[in-house]
C-alpha cells in the first residue's frame, strides 16, 4: 500500500500544474506543513528587504517617505483586496489583526448602540474573545457575550447561529476558517442570517486569506479582519489588514483618535478630523520594514489564482485524509477536520493521545531524516498545514509515513510533556 501511495504521490506532483511556484520561495530540508501559522519566505522579499534597507532606509532615509513609503499601504491593500474580494478601497493594512478586531468590535457595539447582544463561538480564536470580554468589562458593561458551543469541538450548524441571532443583536463574529479543525463557515449563509436580523457580521479572515476562496463584496460581508504571516508569506509579525465595506465606513469610527486617521496628518491641527474612507482606521505610522515585505507573498499568491490554488489546496487534503485514514487511524488517530472538502479549510487537525510528544518526534527525528514542522494545538491536535504555493503531494505521503514510524517505534517516548514556550 505505501508503494502505491507513494507513486500516486509522485504522479500528483508531476501533473501538479503550480508546482514551480515552491522555486520562489527559501525551501530547507525540513519538510514545513505549518504555512497556517508562519508562511515561508519569498526569495523576492529577501531582495526587497535588503534594498529597502540598505538604499530606502540607509541612503535615502527620510526622503523615502514620499519616493516610496506613503503610498505602499494603499499599494499593499489594492493587493490585499484582490485576494480577499474587495475594492481596493475598503482595505487598510497596519496594526496586528487584534488590534484591527478591537477597533471595528468597538466601532460596531458604539454604532448599533440600541442593542446589546454579541455572538461568537467556542471555536474562535481566542484573541478575539478576549478583546470582546475587554469591551464588556471596560466600556460596554451592559452588554452580554454568548459562545456558541461546539457539540464536536469540529463545526457549527448554522441552525444553532441562527437559534442565537436576534433584533438585539448588535454583533455576529466568527472566524471563517476556524484555527483547530478547518471548519469553514458559509459566508454568504450566515451574512443573510444576522442582516435579516439587523445584526452586523465581522469576519476573522486569519485562516482563510490565501487559503481559501473569500469573496467579501459578493458574500455581502459588513466587515473582516485578518493577518498576512500565515498564508499570505508576509513574514513574522506583519502587518494585519481589516476591511469595512464602502457603505458602512463612514457610520463606523475608530475608537483610536489618531493622526494617519486624521483627514490632514500632516497640517498638525489640534482639532481631529476623522477621514472619511476605510483609512479612518489607521492609527499611526505604519511599520514600513514589515510592510514592504508583505508585498512579494501577495504578488505570487495573485499570480498563481485564487481558484487553482484552491483546487491544489482540496486535491492535497482529500490525499492526506485518505492517508491518514488508512495508515494513522489503525494507530489511533483520528481525524478533527471535516471530511467534507466545501467546510474546511487548508489543514488538517489530526488527534492522538500522545499528540504532543509525536509532534515533538516530527520536529527532532531521532534517525537523522528531515525534520517534519506541523504545529500542535491543545489538547491532542497536530495541525497538518497545507501551503498549494510549495507543499508537494509527496511531503505529504513522507509525513504520513514518518508518524506512522514515531507510533510504531515509539520515538516519541524520548520526549516530556513539558510544552516550549511556542507551539
Ligand atoms: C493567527 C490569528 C490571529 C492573530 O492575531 P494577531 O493579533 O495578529 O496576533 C487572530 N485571529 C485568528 C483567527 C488567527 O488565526
Known amino acids: 500500500m505505501l508503494e502505491k501511495y507513494k507513486q500516486e504521490a509522485r504522479e500528483l506532483d508531476k ?18 506543513l505549518d504555512g497556517n501559522s508562519l508562511g515561508r519566505l519569498p526569495k523576492k522579499t529577501l531582495e526587497l528587504s535588503i534594498n529597502l534597507i540598505q538604499n530606502q532606509w540607509g541612503k535615502r532615509l527620510i526622503r523615502s517617505w514620499n519616493e516610496h513609503w506613503i503610498v505602499l499601504p494603499n499599494k499593499v491593500s489594492a493587493k490585499i483586496a484582490q485576494i480577499v474580494g474587495a475594492k481596493p478601497d475598503e482595505i487598510f493594512v497596519g496594526d496586528s489583526t487584534s488590534v484591527n478586531f478591537y477597533k471595528l468590535a468597538f466601532a460596531t457595539l458604539n454604532f448599533q448602540n440600541d442593542k446589546s447582544k454579541i455572538i461568537t463561538d467556542s471555536l474562535n480564536f481566542p484573541t478575539d474573545i478576549y478583546v470582546l470580554q475587554g469591551l464588556i468589562e471596560q466600556q460596554f458593561k451592559n452588554h452580554t457575550l454568548t459562545i ?3 457539540e464536536d469541538d469540529m463545526s457549527i450548524s448554522k441552525e444553532a447561529i441562527e437559534q442565537a441571532l436576534d433584533k438585539n443583536t448588535a454583533l455576529l463574529t466568527l472566524s471563517h476558517v476556524v484555527f483547530k479543525s478547518a471548519y469553514k463557515y458559509d459566508m454568504q449563509k450566515i451574512n443573510d442570517l444576522a442582516h435579516q436580523n439587523g445584526a452586523l457580521v465581522l469576519w476573522d479572515l486569519s485562516h482563510s486569506a490565501g487559503a481559501v476562496p473569500v469573496n467579501l463584496n459578493e458574500s455581502s460581508a459588513d466587515m473582516a479582519v485578518g493577518c498576512t504571516y500565515k498564508y499570505l508569506n508576509g513574514g513574522p509579525g506583519a502587518p494585519a489588514f481589516l476591511y469595512v465595506k464602502r457603505e458602512l465606513q463612514e457610520k463606523l469610527s475608530n475608537p483610536i483618535w489618531a493622526w494617519f486617521s486624521h483627514q490632514k496628518p500632516f497640517d498638525f491641527t489640534l482639532d481631529y478630523t476623522a477621514k472619511n474612507d476605510v483609512q479612518r482606521f489607521a492609527a499611526g505610522t505604519p511599520s514600513v520594514l514589515s510592510l514592504a515585505a508583505i508585498e512579494a507573498g501577495l504578488d505570487v499568491m495573485i499570480e498563481a489564482g485564487m481558484p487553482n490554488l484552491r483546487e491544489k489546496s482540496v486535491a492535497q487534503s482529500s490525499f492526506l ?21 466545501d467546510a474546511r479549510g487548508s489543514h488538517i487537525s489530526i488527534q492522538h493521545q500522545e499528540g504532543y510528544r509525536i509532534n515533538r518526534a516530527m520536529i527532532e527525528p531521532a534517525d537523522g531524516s528531515p525534520s517534519i514542522i506541523p504545529d500542535f494545538r491543545p489538547p491532542n491536535n497536530i495541525r497538518l498545514g497545507i501551503a498549494p504555493l510549495y507543499n508537494t503531494f509527496e511531503e505529504l505521503f513522507l509525513t504520513v509515513v514518518r508518524i506512522k514510524k514515531i507510533v510504531v517505534t515509539k520515538e516519541y517516548e524520548r520526549f516530556g510533556d513539558e510544552k516550549l514556550t511556542v507551539i
Not at 15 to 32: C, P, T, V, W
Not at 321 to 340: K, T
Request: net charge negative; proline share 5%.
Open 148 to 150: 456558541l458551543t461546539s
Open 15 to 32: 501533473n501538479d500544474k503550480l508546482a514551480h511556484f515552491r522555486n520562489q520561495f527559501e525551501i530547507g530540508e525540513e519538510i514545513y
Open 321 to 341: 485524509i485518505e492517508l491518514v485514514q488508512n495508515l494513522l487511524e489503525p494507530l489511533g488517530f483520528s481525524i478533527a477536520s471535516p471530511l467534507d472538502a
